[in-house]
Nanobody, 120 residues
Framework: VQLQASGGGLVQAGGSLRLSCTASGSIFSVNNMEWYRQTPGKQRELVASITDAGHTNYLEAVKDRFTISRDNTKNTVYLQMNALKPADTAVYYC???????????????WGQGTQVTVSS
């Protein structure tokens, strides 16, 4: 199983970006899908999560600006980021708990990270 993230880039403050992350491989089902971010010298922090039923949670600092969603038919999670601030600059990682097809066991997987840079 692999998670492939995309959509990062450089944007001015107040702008928008949309991140995508697709899970592929021997997948039976995908449970929680999440976005984390990390800046140098700091711990990775959970930005947003979404269950397979569509229930969402957000870091307080991004509420009302970021929206997490998913397409279960494509095993893909999205993070729409609006009104971006320089403080949102970080490497963003996707994460998913996947039930693999072969054993029906649940495993955690990380994507490779995508850089988001917000200039002031």
């Amino acid at each position: 199983v692999q998670l492939q993230a995309s959509g990062g880039g450089l944007v001015q403050a107040g702008g928008s970006l949309r991140l995508s992350c697709t899970a592929s491989g021997s997948i039976f089902s995908v449970n929680n899908m999440e976005w984390y971010r990390q800046t140098p010298g700091k711990q990775r922090e959970l930005v947003a999560s979404i269950t397979d039923a569509g229930h969402t949670n957000y870091l307080e600092a991004v509420k009302d600006r970021f929206t997490i969603s998913r397409d279960n038919t494509k095993n893909t999670v999205y993070l729409q980021m609006n009104a971006l601030k320089p403080a949102d600059t970080a490497v963003y990682y996707c994460f998913a708990r996947v039930v693999v097809r072969t054993t029906h066991n649940l495993y955690p997987y990380w994507g490779q990270g995508t850089q988001v840079t917000v200039s002031s």
